[in-house]
């Protein structure tokens, strides 16, 4: 059943010879009956028909061929496979060059005697090959097999030559196809770079010189690496450590696309049930919907509207300007016509916007002028049905919809109908299927406070009836969805499972991939919905079967991405990767490990084997040892951060990595850490006699946390561990942090779960809830202080020096300059982020932003600037011998030794020295 447009041009021409094939059988027989000479036989042209082959198919063409042939008809060829022109009763050969050195007979006869003139290029190789016997691959120079050499270099690895990116220093790198190949090093020495502003960001650059000119009109050229040469490159894929960007509303079901899928099955299969009396929704003949239109017309209401239309849709939520839609219902004598719920004639109609969502319905007849015509009634009724394919609507004098009339989905017990389900009715990114009080968020948030005034609907459901409601910061879940996002209709239509029971989509959305599996597994469906459902699970199976193997078995669909860490959000990316199949990629990851437990750990390294036996080249930042240990190479760069590293130490197996003295990765892969490292363990305090040490949280009831209760003492180095989704995050960040500040806040030796359920931080998702028993001692602490992974700065203008402070006091130092006082300069003048004193072509931002359209933007240095922020007269100004953008270059190792003399800076600048961070630039983008 594959369309013909989808095949490709050899196997469209393969297809050809099919038919052939056929005609010639026939023609064989026919004329094996007549002496008269055949008239019937055909001259057959192809071209390349061995594109795309393997060996053994190239064997079964060439039968075809010679069947053809058989059958009388004649065969040209064109072709440079050896195994074919092998083949071949003639073989006509042109050339001998190219373009104007070409377009001559150079030899015209049989395969034996252009092998034994081995004088063409054609006879050369086909001497060769009638000696040796060795057969060439389709379509395919002659070539050495194995190893093919490009500059020194093999094409079975990547060979990076003169990497001067960054702070990298001249270094030459290979890393090998089809192998795991681990980048190791000290923070700063260089590590991403190599691997993602030299290896992935080289592949992208290629790609897009691979593109046609009209395609690269649209984007933006990428700049081309600091390095000498690059060879053996492939594709490549990034996976990096960075959470996905969405609204609030994005989930792990949207982004792996399982959301997509789960929205058609619903559309299709789903059977609607009234929100009113939970009866499902059935399927109504046409005559059981006329009684039911009779009825409507005898309702008072209907009777004192002035029109009653009766309307058929023919257009639900497509893009296009609709024109012929609009021509034929005309052509088919209809007036009017209902256009985004407006009435109009159909003679007024002109072409809608076609990059907009539309909807358009029939208007079939007004049944006020018809009224009592049973007849009547009935005929435009089953005329409605017809071109609503089973659905109608009825509208009032004020064009609002009175009822839906329909043969697929009707309460039987009241009537009451829903027009077809289509996968928008289940997003909560669109209105037609977002809950109507919250807009899909399915919370409360503060800043839809700020819009009541406007809002009519949340007013009312929250009960925003007091003035100090808008400037509420509470967190509440919906009062309308509870959480589930959907609107009412959409909520409740569910799927049949086996044991008469059914689940809805926010039901089927709160589970976790395998607990989502086994349900789908369980659909009670009858033959057409097997045949729906097989294509949409299969591919819901596909996008989850893989996330248990890269240890994220523990997250439910629902779960916000906002919440996944940087590791996680990787990990989704991998598992999405490995049911690509894709083959004869290079992938590169940032640390894919980090957040694991080493049982998760191990089974995210046979993720990585999985992937590079499908063919694929892993090349993965990564300190773990154990993905080291399992890695077919590893590169070593450092020995320092920074200007002091960029150098590639040494490259290897592990064990030659341990070998190495130059090696630091190697000495602690080696002896490994002493512990502990200050000599011995703190002592504990004793619980009997000194209960003030102690902080305690009893009866913990949060998420997957079932009546815990954890203690730990004050004044000590804690560690919690445990596998991947064990609950370390929940109950640490989510819980104990929110607990304790509140607790620090009212002063409260004994917490009780149960005020901190009233009047401390709501936690998402669990508003109200009474999370805990009991908590002890936390009251003691001055405040809670957590440094988590987050971004910092919202924008690219933030600097490692703004974040922390010491920029306002450099600026202060560089306006205090005699120059600086007598051209008016004050420190504002020194900022990067006001106009005046910043570059005006970058704005200071010292990189441009290029648009690249359907790939994610890139930045380039500043040309006019080179990256420096700043015009000439701000440069011009020097304060020890430095201007604010030399300053602003300097790591802060340098600016630790050029500030000594200033207490505040130097100190805090040799902080970040001393956390190893000292390698980053004040300025750093």
């Known amino acids: 059943g594959q369309p013909l447009n989808t095949l490709s041009g050899g196997e469209s021409q393969r297809l050809k010879l099919v038919k052939y094939l056929r005609a010639g059988a026939n023609l064989k027989r026919n004329t094996s009956k007549s002496s008269i000479p055949d008239s019937g036989s055909s001259l057959i042209l192809l071209d390349e028909p061995t594109t795309g082959l393997h060996k053994h198919d190239v064997k079964c063409l060439l039968a075809a061929l010679q069947q053809i042939v058989d059958h009388g008809h ?106 795991l190949s681990v980048v190791t090093g000290v923070s700063g020495s260089g590590k991403s770079t190599l691997a993602f502003d030299i290896a992935f960001g080289e592949g992208q650059r290629r790609f897009m010189e691979s593109m046609s000119p009209y395609a690269r009109q649209f984007v933006e050229q990428l700049p081309r690496p600091d390095l000498d040469q690059l060879n053996g490159i492939q594709p490549t894929v990034a996976i990096e450590q960075r959470v996905t960007r969405g609204s609030r509303k994005s989930t792990v079901a949207t982004i792996t696309e399982v959301a997509q899928y789960l929205r058609l099955l619903y559309s299709r299969l789903g059977v609607p049930h009234n929100p009113d009396t939970g009866e499902p929704m059935l399927s109504q003949s046409a005559i059981e919907l006329e009684k039911r239109l009779q009825s409507i017309l005898r309702k008072p209401a209907v009777r004192k509207s002035e029109q009653l239309l009766l309307c058929s849709p023919v257009i639900r939520n497509r893009k296009g300007h609709h024109q012929p839609i609009a021509n034929w219902i005309a052509n088919h004598g209809y007036e009017m016509m209902r256009v985004d719920g407006e009435i109009i004639l159909t003679e007024d109609f002109e072409k809608l916007d076609r990059y907009r969502e539309h909807n358009i319905e029939i208007v079939i007849a007004n049944l006020n002028s018809i009224r009592g015509a049973k007849a009547k009634i009935k005929s435009v009724l089953q005329e409605a049905l017809l071109r609503g394919k089973g659905t109608a609507l009825l509208l009032d ?54 819009q009541l005034d406007d809002d009519e609907l949340l007013k009312k459901s ?20 509870r959480g589930d996002r959907l609107n009412r209709t959409s909520r409740n239509v569910f799927l049949p499972l086996r044991a008469n029971r059914w689940i809805s989509l926010p039901q089927l959305l709160s589970l976790t991939p395998r607990a989502l599996l086994n349900t789908l597994d369980r659909l009670k469906l009858d033959t057409r919905g097997k045949l729906i459902a097989t294509d949409i699970v299969d591919q819901i199976r596909e996008r989850l079967q893989f996330m248990d193997r890269v240890g994220l078995e523990y997250l439910s669909l629902d779960r916000t991405t906002q919440t996944l860490s ?42 990585l084997k999985s992937l590079r036996s499908k063919g694929n080249t892993l090349l993965v930042v990564e300190h773990d040892e154990a993905m080291m240990e399992n890695a077919d190479r590893i590169i070593d760069l450092g020995p320092g ?59 913990t009831n949060f998420r997957n946390l079932k009546n815990q209760s954890i203690r730990f003492p004050r004044e000590r180095l804690i560690m919690v561990c445990g596998s991947s989704g064990a609950g370390k995050s929940s109950l640490v960040r989510d819980l104990l942090g929110n607990a304790a500040i509140y607790a620090i ?10 005020l901190f359920a009233k009047k401390g931080k ?64 004050k420190p504002g003048r020194f ?74 800076l130097s100190g805090l600048m040799q902080l970040m020295v001393e956390t190893g961070l000292g390698y980053i630039k004040l300025g750093q983008y």
């Not at 959000?569 to 437990?597: C, F, K, M, T």
């Not at 490292?677 to 102690?694: C, E, F, M, T």
């Not at 030796?749 to 149960?754: F, H, T």
């Open 831 to 904: 900022s990067f982020n006001t106009p005046h004193g910043r570059c005006p072509t970058c704005s200071g931002a010292g990189r441009v932003k290029l648009e690249m359209s359907f790939m994610p933007d890139t930045y380039i240095s500043c040309d006019k600037c080179k990256g420096r922020r700043y015009d000439a007269e701000i440069e011009d100004l020097l304060w020890n011998g430095k201007s604010i953008a030399d300053v602003l270059k300097m790591s802060f190792e340098e600016a630790a030794k050029f500030f000594s003399f200033h207490t505040q």
């Open 745 to 754: 806040k009212a002063k409260k030796s004994n917490l009780s779960g149960k």
């Open 641 to 699: 951060a920074g200007t002091q590293g960029g150098e590639l130490i040494a490259e290897g197996t592990l064990g030659q990595l341990k070998r190495n003295r130059a090696s630091l990765t190697g000495k602690y892969l080696k002896k490994g850490i002493t512990h502990p490292i200050r000599g011995h363990h703190r002592k504990l305090p004793s619980r009997a006699s000194d209960q003030n040490s102690w902080v305690e949280l009893s009866g």
């Open 462 to 481: 929250i009960g925003a009836d007091a003035s100090d409601d808008d400037e509420s910061e509470e967190i509440i879940i919906c009062p309308d969805c």
């Open 74 to 179: 004649s065969l040209i060829v064109i072709e440079h496979n050896l195994d074919v022109l092998k083949s071949a009763d003639w073989i006509i050969e042109l050339g001998p060059e190219a373009g104007s050195k070409g377009g001559r007979l150079v030899f015209q006869g049989s395969p034996a005697a252009c092998a034994a003139s081995a004088k063409t290029e054609t006879g050369k190789y086909l001497a060769r090959e009638l000696e040796s016997h060795q057969s060439l691959l389709a379509a395919e120079n002659q070539a050495n097999y194995g190893t093919k050499e490009v500059n020194g270099s093999s094409e079975r690895e990547l060979r990076i030559l003169g990497a001067r990116e960054h702070n990298l220093k001249n270094i030459d790198v290979s890393i090998p196809h089809y192998s």
């Open 397 to 450: 004098d004020q064009e609002e919809i009175v009822s839906w009339l329909s043969t697929h989905r009707m309460d039987p017990r009241t009537g009451q109908a829903l027009p077809e389900l289509d996968p928008k009715d289940f997003s909560f990114n669109s209105s037609k299927g977002w809950c109507p009080t919250c807009r899909g968020h399915g919370r409360i948030y503060p800043w839809m406070r700020e």
């Open 566 to 607: 940087g590791g996680e959000a990787q990990r989704i990316r991998l598992a999405a990767q490995l049911g690509s199949n894709l083959a004869g990629v290079l992938y590169i990851l940032d640390e894919p490990s980090i957040g694991l437990h080493a049982r998760d750990g191990d089974r995210l390294i046979d993720t």
């Open 762 to 825: 709501p936690i998402e998702g669990e508003e109200g809830s009474i999370l805990f028993a009991q908590l002890t001692g936390a009251h003691q602490f001055r405040s809670v202080l957590e440094v988590d992974q987050s971004p910092i700065g919202k924008t690219p203008r933030s600097t490692p020096a703004t974040y922390l402070g010491v920029f306002d006091i450099i600026r202060q130092f560089f306006a205090s300059l005699p120059e600086a006082k007598m051209r008016g300069y």
